[in-house]
């Protein structure tokens, strides 16, 4: 089970933390995790993914040099920080996770658990 928290209302400029605890399953048995987001009449798209063996992480253009997106396995949970955030950013942002290794990357598709969704609203 993925568990997403952190979202909410901010300004533009300003920044949040996004949090996804992972349940029930060995952290150490998930391939890697991602973050997706999903503005209203549009498609889910990744954000940011990384790697639970050795930490590599990728970066969809639109947000690069803004979020990071990190781990820590001692406590289950992926974090997906974001600052100088921008009206656009606005969004639902799911977590997600896959424990087979089909390559690291941002496709829907490639992950099968999913979060439940966290609202992110930025403020002009």
């Known amino acids: 089970q993925l568990q997403a928290s952190g979202g909410g209302l901010v300004q533009a400029g300003g920044s949040l933390r996004l949090s996804c605890a992972v349940s029930g399953r060995a952290f150490r048995s998930i391939y890697a995790m991602a973050w997706f987001r999903q503005a209203p009449g549009k498609e889910r798209e990744g954000v940011s993914c990384?790697?639970?063996?050795?930490?590599?992480?990728l970066y969809a253009d639109s947000v690069k040099g803004r979020f990071t997106i990190s781990s820590d396995n001692a406590k289950n949970t992926v974090y997906l920080q974001m600052s100088s955030l921008k009206p656009e950013d606005t969004a639902v942002y799911y977590c997600?996770?896959?424990?087979?290794?089909?390559?690291?990357?941002?496709?829907?598709?490639?992950?099968?658990?999913w979060g439940q969704g966290t609202q992110v609203t930025v403020s002009s």
């Open positions: 997600a996770a896959v424990d087979v290794d089909y390559g690291l990357g941002l496709e829907v598709e490639e992950y099968d658990y």
């Open positions: 990384i790697s639970s063996s050795d930490g590599t992480t």
